[in-house]
């Protein structure tokens, strides 16, 4: 993965010049997905304030920047053309709720179960994302105001404009470190596109910024259950989007940076951000992946680099809209264009032939679901088929070993976990009809691991009291006997020298 740039060491210099460049990086990337969610640009620039405001200010990963996202604004549109846009500052109310309520329960921790395979596809798939974003800055509305594909001479200033964006934020660093290189980039190709006279697209181009402070708004929507019924299944979806996106970036730059975040805490500030802008007009937001590489890159480590991107976006909207709207797209199409190339995990494509097959089609699955459809799905899908796997390989793994003891009783010694996927293999490794009358099941070597065992446990004894039969269990733990209580004597329960396990039960719970 794309080293960052940045000094080890968190300071204000850094983390001020870094905050600036993520604020303008910011700017096409609210209007942009305010124009996907159907809303007003500045919809999208107040919630990319005040999100990115609050979360810096109380989140639990200092250094990564929120916003309003892609990845938000796609599941939002349906409800904003049913029901407008108050509905839209209701849901985001209540989503925030929500998140808070996810936060408080300490669910953040739950982030762990994603495995690795799907990390990689999550920020490859959310790389190629960006990516496929940055294209509608080559395309141009045509006389009849249907956008078409640049060519000739626009073309090539566009390609030569993000080239050279790129260069300078490849190469400076070899030579300084002192001033972020993005930051450089983006104010060198705005001066020389402004100095020579350079016809190509700006900021300005895609839409105003100009604006004032948001203002405390109570969404204007009818206070009944029927409101309730509309916009909570938008909220419980971008509720999960907006977490699921947010801890999974806050993993991501934890790894880049060595340090450790704190997921529950981030959790409340979501919630506590995006009940704040749905009260203020904002159309809510998580965090954001592409502007937090560029903040890392740049050398953003502390709080106060976000403070700085929300503060120095609000002050754009306020005080220097004309100034922002002349800076080039293509300056900031090459800073995406270096996250992209940062944030893609390339050794995938080598270590692909080295993993197991099934980690790879993961990584290829989540990827491609990604793409296609919205991260939430696409993490949810991976896990599930990792989760899957998982217990098909585990349920191969179970066998046992037989041997006669001294008195002339036969012991089978089970290997392997015992859970749902295993009960059928587990069944067919004993003869019933052809072993003496005293049987030993020893769980020396094993897991009991749900339910489903325990009722294959009770079945196999049952098979042995039809037969004429007893059969003994061996270190089997003590939760596995309570829950064999209904066999009564049907089974005899040694529980001298019990592993220290416990069975994945809610009586146990």
């Known amino acids: 993965m794309f080293e960052p740039h940045a000094a080890p060491t968190r300071n204000i210099k850094n983390d001020v010049l870094s905050g600036l460049t993520v604020a303008l990086a910011l700017v096409p990337e609210a209007v942009a997905f305010a124009f996907v969610a159907g809303v007003d640009p500045l919809v999208g620039l107040y919630a990319a304030f005040m999100v990115g405001l609050i979360t810096a200010s109380i989140g639990g990963r200092p250094g990564m920047i929120s916003g309003a996202t892609g990845a938000l604004a796609v599941v939002m549109v349906a409800l904003v053309a049913d029901h407008g846009v108050e509905y839209l500052f209701a849901t985001v109310v209540l989503m925030g709720i929500i998140q808070i309520a996810f936060g408080v329960l300490h669910l953040g921790k739950f982030i762990r179960m994603?495995?690795?395979?799907?990390?990689?596809?999550?920020?490859?798939?959310?790389?190629?994302?960006?990516?496929?974003?940055?294209?509608?800055?080559?395309?141009?509305?045509?006389?009849?105001?249907?956008?078409?594909?640049?060519?000739?001479?626009?073309?090539?200033?566009?390609?030569?404009?993000?080239a050279l964006t790129m260069g300078i934020i490849r190469f400076l660093p070899k030579l300084t470190t002192a001033v972020p290189s993005s930051l450089v980039a983006i104010v060198a190709v705005s001066l020389l596109v402004i100095g020579v006279g350079l016809d190509t697209k700006t900021v300005g181009d895609v839409a105003s910024i100009a604006g004032g402070f948001p203002e405390f708004h109570i969404p204007m929507v009818p206070f009944s259950l029927e409101t309730l019924w509309i916009i909570l299944p938008y909220a419980v979806i971008l509720a999960a989007i907006g977490l699921i996106e947010s801890l999974l970036t806050l993993t991501l730059i934890d790894e880049l940076t060595d340090t450790r975040g704190r997921g529950n805490k981030e959790c409340i500030a979501q919630g506590t951000a995006n009940i704040a802008t749905g009260f203020f007009g904002g159309m809510g937001g998580c965090a954001m992946i592409g502007q937090s590489m560029i903040n890392?890159?740049?050398?953003?480590?502390?709080?106060?680099?976000?403070?700085?991107?929300?503060?120095?976006?609000?002050?754009?909207?306020?005080?220097?809209?004309?100034?922002?709207?002349?800076?080039?797209?293509?300056?900031?199409?090459?800073?995406?264009?270096?996250?992209?190339?940062?944030?893609?995990?390339?050794?995938?494509?080598?270590?692909?032939?080295?993993?197991?097959?099934?980690?790879?089609?993961?990584?290829?699955?989540?990827?491609?679901?990604t793409v296609v459809t919205d991260l939430a799905i696409a993490v949810v899908v991976g896990v599930i088929v990792s989760a899957l796997v998982f217990a098909w390989e585990h349920a191969k793994r179970i066998n046992v070993k037989t041997t006669l003891n001294d008195a002339g009783n036969k012991v089978y010694e089970l290997e392997g976990p015992l859970f749902f996927a295993s009960v059928k293999n587990f069944g067919e490794l004993f003869d019933v009809r052809n072993d003496p009358d005293d049987v030993v099941l020893e769980f020396r070597n094993a897991r009991v691991a749900d339910h489903s065992a325990i009722e294959a446990i009770d079945a196999l004894a049952e098979r042995y009291l039809k037969a004429g039969k007893r059969l003994h269990l061996r270190h089997l733990s003590p939760e596995c006997a309570k829950l064999l209580e209904k066999a009564g004597d049907l089974v005899e329960v040694n529980v001298i020298e019990d592993p220290k396990y416990f069975v994945a039960d809610d009586k146990l719970a």
């Open 114 to 162: 994603v495995p690795h395979p799907v990390m990689l596809g999550f920020v490859n798939g959310l790389a190629i994302v960006i990516f496929l974003a940055q294209m509608k800055s080559f395309q141009v509305p045509d006389a009849e105001g249907v956008m078409q594909w640049m060519g000739g001479s626009a073309l090539w200033v566009m390609l030569g404009l993000v």
């Open 296 to 369: 890392v890159n740049s050398g953003g480590r502390g709080r106060l680099s976000g403070i700085t991107a929300a503060l120095a976006l609000l002050a754009f909207i306020l005080f220097a809209s004309g100034l922002i709207e002349q800076i080039p797209l293509a300056a900031l199409v090459g800073v995406m264009f270096i996250v992209v190339i940062g944030t893609f995990e390339w050794s995938s494509f080598r270590i692909l032939k080295k993993i197991p097959r099934s980690d790879a089609f993961v990584l290829i699955l989540v990827s491609g679901v």
